[in-house]
């Protein structure tokens, strides 16, 4: 960390500064500067609150140079976490996860034909919403601990492990029993009681990055999970806001070769809710697939035009066959596999 | 609603999507265009899935004429909502209400003698978090239950209703009990299940308006906690996320006239987290009783340099009682009072 | 283009608007609503100001349903336009352009050096910067005509077009007697006077997207160009801003299916720019060509560590090489060739 | 300065950066951290390539302590600088400046009826777009030479200093000869050569804020001006680009403390454009004098119904004068005067 004090500030401040850091245990070495003063410090600086000294009035800019997580940095934990959801593995340099299904779990039938069709198509994992979060309190809002019931009868017939969204702790228990990959979504990123509450089972995470959030948010939030002891996280991608209207979000995926590189974390592609037209879905696909991406995650819907919800970015079942198998021939082209 | 159909779209399609909506009971005009054929619907259009109509092939764009709020629109609700927290009148055109308090209750001590500042200088109503929001899990998390204890005792002694951040539904009760007005983040202004748990009460809550939210749906989500059937919802700006740097968040100021066009509810100013810098603090808040704002939350700490968190941002209790003067004599020229 | 008009507004002021719209030669449907009253317009409202309608005081709202653009429009202009660059074609269905070279022209045997190697990469043009752009007045401003003048003795020993950005009008004549691409820059998408310039020659333009524009508006700002009579209009995406930190800019690859639905234009791609950091410009070239671009534009330097700008994002002719042998791989895969 | 290099960077690459800053005169500390290498420049940083230095593969980021900017810096000129236009003082702690004109000028009739008015209501300068910057090429884009004489003209009979856009340096001269105070718009804030271009003359400039672009950015562009030898600069925030709807763009108030604070020149608000929408300007503009602003920049127009651009953000002449006397009161508040 770098503090850097304004030109003119008193000795006895500067001591009193040094002093608290070195108090903490850090070192500190100071620059002379032409118009500032600058401090470094060593040591676990993730214990200093940047905030807090930045209200000193001689104090001008503190900077953070070594990142602020530590469990979620590929630092300290160079290899590739593999992450084993139900005895799917995401993460590592082969297989690539794809999920699929639709947004929201409808009724029996629906979500039935709709794993069917994910397997026999290649996918490896289900997913469904059945507690939604809506922007109207008027819209549709899931159909709760039945919908959970209807995806685990999917999977009981057709072998595909689950993925829901968990909106609230009083759902924990729910989720834990009957979910195979808990699914937190982008407006929840920085509910920190929920990633609190998630931290504390061993059953994997998937963590959707939030609206507007960095990077460094991202893996901060990833960071909460694990420092309450569960190191199942796998990372998604699913758009951040922009000023573009032609998509609903844009698809960051320069994400995939950056997060590889600063976190052992797998990476997760959603280019559904990304874009909201099920159009762009395929090539945006493909072009996870090429950049490096560990899995990705689509919506998949028996009839589109009458779904439930979010309908314009499903595909339907055949066009998902299709993405499966053009993706397939990109993956062996990146040295991988679907 | 407007519905736009890509030119060629065959009759059968055309007929069916106007069948759809006549069978919710909505009135439907049809203009033929150019280049796309036009649906205007009538109606309470609020029933109606934008993105399940999108999913339809020929649709080429759905837009919204009315919004898409209605217990907070102003067109339902002429006259200003007033809302009571505990005596004291938040909103209508004569008194704006100053909120003064520390980003974080850290001992008994500090906030008593906050609270006593807070009193003296003009401030009616005591802010303090003893559940804090924090980006990293290794940072201080708040008193928790002891910190609403130590509120509750500055209350006794000084008078002051206080507002405090409720963080997740298991704390709702403790809140209920002895908060009186409670907080709802930024980072929960899309928490829907949190929305609903207060939507319950009749207790007032402070709606914070999200990092990256416009203002529809900021009024939205006051529209999720009115639809559960409390009306005592306050607005608060706090900064909305740009790409200045110099500055934590950007205060959004022409949210005041704006609110006060589209809604009823009261409009309140937080801009010591807006900004992030408690020396834009004293401006901003001038700015905001010339522009017409109801209320102000301003981070008030007896010792801003060893403050816990966010001490770069508070004001001290002398600059406070400053702002209050100050405020007072702009509020006079606009016709109100502090 | 639909208007919505408040509930209440005067027939007088109804039947106003309705004359003005219809004495321009445009037909008008009125739907009444519930509490707006909506016209549809229909005919070629191009020539209509939103703006100055939105100025009544009885408009509540003005929503286009046509696009602004109509020279740009792939519904006026079914088939693909292929760009043809003295010689090298950009567009269509067949081959990739992949355009290579420096950030800033530096020296005679620095352009001639990196021409060799992106010749024998594959490269089939050379970029350059003779007159740069530069956030500093004190930092290096381009060789200016020297800059042009080398690069076109490379064009001369390798056989390369090549592309060059135009900063002002002054230079009009040097580029389009020298340069075969004339480069707009993202800072200058909406000089609209440079534009026009541009609009009067027959010269290929390479225009790239604004930092934080709509798709809308870059189509627009090419319209501009052709507007003016000049067709050959080459789009290039080089990352929008958003708050993201670890990358320069966010590279938004969405644009690829989406201007190819709107637009009948070649789509180029810029990952250099677009992420500032040479580590990521494989990746997202690769995603690029999966997600269907027709060209890329990628910053080569023989001795990236002391190019005199933008170094950290260049890469070394040998990985270059390595880009366009993977690069094609992938082509292939999506029915394409490099 | 500040350089980080990653841990394990071999000593002989450590060498040879530290030898390549020290070459240019610059002082170099080393602190070794834990996973990082720091170094602190001291001296003129302003003369390095933080992207050079990124290029190097040790380095892990480039950090700027000290402002990049020198003659707009407060550091090196304490005192506020007062901008003299024709007469018309702008900037320093008395008089605050009011600006009125409409968006375009369209009519000699116009022009002198608004001038009138924006004279009488107590406005010192008469602004006029003749040179338009429109979105569309098929919108009307000014009155061009003929628009500059109907200014003339103006201010023959009224005596207000006229403020008007240059928008390319093919009008360089004319703007010197015939406008008071020319205005460099928020597209154009990144156009260097038109920057370059009023940096030669002696003539008063007026530069607004870009639409995405941070106070430093903006700082560095006043700098371009300033480095030429132009010293007359005022600033003009125009409101920045957010995600939200309601208003055009989002009026950045805290602009006013912080320019204040890190520069000496003077800033003026336009709050016609930040909003698109006149019922919102008043209350803006108020905001503004009460939080510091030195002029404020307002579009008038005798019949906004019917402005040929722009008239949804225009004031009736009569408003204008409230809006002038309401602002008074508020300036007198804060110890100044219009």
Known sequence: MIISMKKGTPQTEIDKL??????????VSLILGTNYN?????GDT???????????????????IAAPYKKANRIFHPEDSVIDVSGVKVGGQEKIAVIGGPC??????QILAIAKGVKEAGGVMLRGGAYKPRTSPYAFQGLETVGIEYLCEAKKQYGLPIVSELM?????EEF????????????????????????????????????SNTMEEWLMSAEYIMAGGNDNVILCERGIRTFERYTRNTLDLSVIPLIKEKSHLPIVIDPSHATGNWRLVESMSLAAIAAGADGLLIEVHNDPEHAWSDGA??????????????????????????
Chains 1, 2, 3, 4 share one sequence.
């Open 313 to 338: 970015e499903s595909l339907t079942i055949e066009n998902f066959a299709t993405l499966i198998e053009k993706g397939r021939a990109i993956a062996h082209v990146v040295g991988r596999d679907i």
């Open 104 to 109: 929201s779990v409808e009724t029996q039938e």
């Open 176 to 211: 834990d029993e009957y979910v195979d990959l808990i699914q937190i979504g982008a407006r929840n990123m920085q509910n920190f009681n929920l990633l609190k509450a998630v931290g504390t089972l061993t059953k994997p995470v998937l963590l959707k990055r939030g609206l």
């Open 18 to 27: 040094v002093c608290f850091i070195e108090n903490k245990g850090l070192a």
């Open 46 to 64: 993730t214990i200093l609150d940047e905030k807090s000294i930045r209200a000193n009035q001689y104090v001008d800019e503190v900077t953070r």
């Open 168 to 172: 609230s702790i009083d759902k924990l």
């Open 38 to 42: 600058v401090f470094g410090i060593v």
